[in-house]
Nanobody
Framework: QVQLVESGGGLVQAGDSLRLSCATS????????MGWFRQAPGKPREFVAS????????YYADSVKGRFTISRDNAKNTVALQMNSLKPEDTAVYYC?????????????????WGQGTQVTVSS
């Protein structure tokens, strides 16, 4: 499996922005889809955004559409999540995930590679 490491989380106020990054420790190949999921205490892990290897297609949860943007740099083996207009309900641990040739890009059960998570806390 590919090793993933997230970074960029922190404590911000409502309306602020954060940019999360996810780096792969190993080599990734064509067809490796990547995504972001989040989990709040006592709640199941939920889909946030995902992107195909070619970046030809991106997918977003309705709750973040228009506020979050996912992107990737295959040369650097990284994926980023730009989060704007953050809300208190965005507070969660954010996880980076990856899967070769995923069929469902918004299904957490279809991803085999997971990072350790990074905490995002939005106050007020």
């Amino acid at each position: 499996q590919v090793q993933l490491v997230e970074s960029g989380g922190g404590l911000v106020q409502a309306g602020d922005s954060l940019r999360l990054s996810c780096a792969t420790s190993g080599r990734s190949f064509s067809g490796y889809a990547m995504g972001w999921f989040r989990q709040a205490p006592g709640k199941p892990r939920e889909f946030v955004a995902s992107i195909r290897w070619s970046a030809v297609s991106t997918y977003y949860a309705d709750s973040v559409k228009g506020r979050f943007t996912i992107s990737r740099d295959n040369a650097k083996n990284t994926v980023a999540l730009q989060m704007n207009s953050l809300k208190p309900e965005d507070t969660a641990v954010y996880y980076c995930a990856g899967q070769y040739y995923a069929s469902c890009y918004w299904c957490p059960e279809d991803y085999n590679d997971w990072g350790q998570g990074t905490q995002v806390t939005v106050s007020s």
